[in-house]
């Protein structure tokens, strides 16, 4: 599975920004979806989960009611917009793929088989 992420970029607080993650390599619709993201000196943390179909997500608390994650199978791409962004969601975000099973939105990055290279959000005050 190849993942590529894109539309990161610079914005400023209160601003939306909408991330994409084409996948490619496999059936897409196998396959659960994750966000995270990675500040330098800190660990990748989670941001949010999709299953193969889009009925089940799952949010960190610190994006909930912020970011909303969703998927396009027929276009092999997930989502992640961003809206409200705050300084804090300042990182480089990254997605990844779950093969183990596809009915879950797994929030460990234990469960994720693949990644994408990342891409950069930065939001000023």
């Known amino acids: 599975v190849q993942l590529q992420a894109s539309g990161g970029g610079l914005v400023q607080a209160g601003d939306s920004l909408r991330l994409s993650c084409a996948a490619s390599g496999r059936t897409f619709s196998l396959y659960g979806m994750g966000w995270f993201r990675q500040t330098p000196g800190k660990e990748r943390e989670f941001v949010a989960a999709?299953?193969?179909?889009?009925?089940?997500?799952s949010y960190s608390d610190s994006v909930k009611g912020r970011f909303t994650i969703s998927r396009d199978n027929a276009k092999t791409t997930v989502y992640l917009q961003m809206n409200s962004l705050k300084p804090e969601d300042t990182a480089v975000y990254f997605c990844a793929a779950d093969l183990g099973t596809r009915f879950r939105a797994a929030v460990n990055e234990a469960e994720y088989d693949y990644w994408g290279q990342g891409t950069l959000v930065t939001v000023s005050s």
């Open positions: 999709i299953n193969w179909s889009g009925e089940t997500v």
